[in-house]
């Protein structure tokens, strides 16, 4: 799956809100995907659903509408890695995230300074890590 395909339709031009995931989540047993930009998924997906109320938006279950409605109002949501770690175990999983830390970070780099970022706790964590474990390097 291309998760960077499935997200480009729904990248705002102007970019206003930055929210920072750690991964899509792995495919279910049937193969069915819940990742946040899928269109076809449930408006009712954990992550889909607390974002939408978070910013105040009503899709009215329709989560294809929900995505235009984040594009339009800038907010753009980039995970740390693009392979799936929510099935990964705990060591695996932090080094599929710290692989992925500097794509992520070439990417906020082509962003306006100034615009807001939220982020997951863990991505969070993993961004102390780095810097301190650069900053003590060099």
């Known amino acids: 799956m291309d998760y960077h395909e499935m997200r480009r339709p729904f990248e705002p031009t102007t970019v206003k809100l930055v929210l920072l995931a750690e991964s899509p989540p792995a495919p279910n047993k049937r193969g069915e995907s819940k990742y946040f930009y899928n269109p076809t998924g449930s408006a009712r997906e954990s992550l889909f659903e607390a ?74 964590l993993i961004g102390c890590k780095r810097t301190v474990s650069m900053s003590s390097t060099g």
């Not at 109320?53 to 995505?67: H, N, T, V």
């Not at 693009?82 to 932090?94: E, S």
């Open 51 to 124: 974002t939408m109320k978070a910013l105040g938006i009503d899709c009215g279950g329709d989560k294809e509408k929900g995505l235009h409605e984040l594009r339009r109002r800038g907010v753009l949501l980039l995970d740390m890695s693009y392979i799936p770690v929510n099935k990964l175990p705990k060591n695996d999983r932090n080094k599929a995230l710290e692989r992925g830390y500097d794509q992520l970070i070439e990417k906020l780099s082509k962003l306006p300074a100034g615009i807001p970022v939220a982020m997951s706790m863990s991505v969070f």
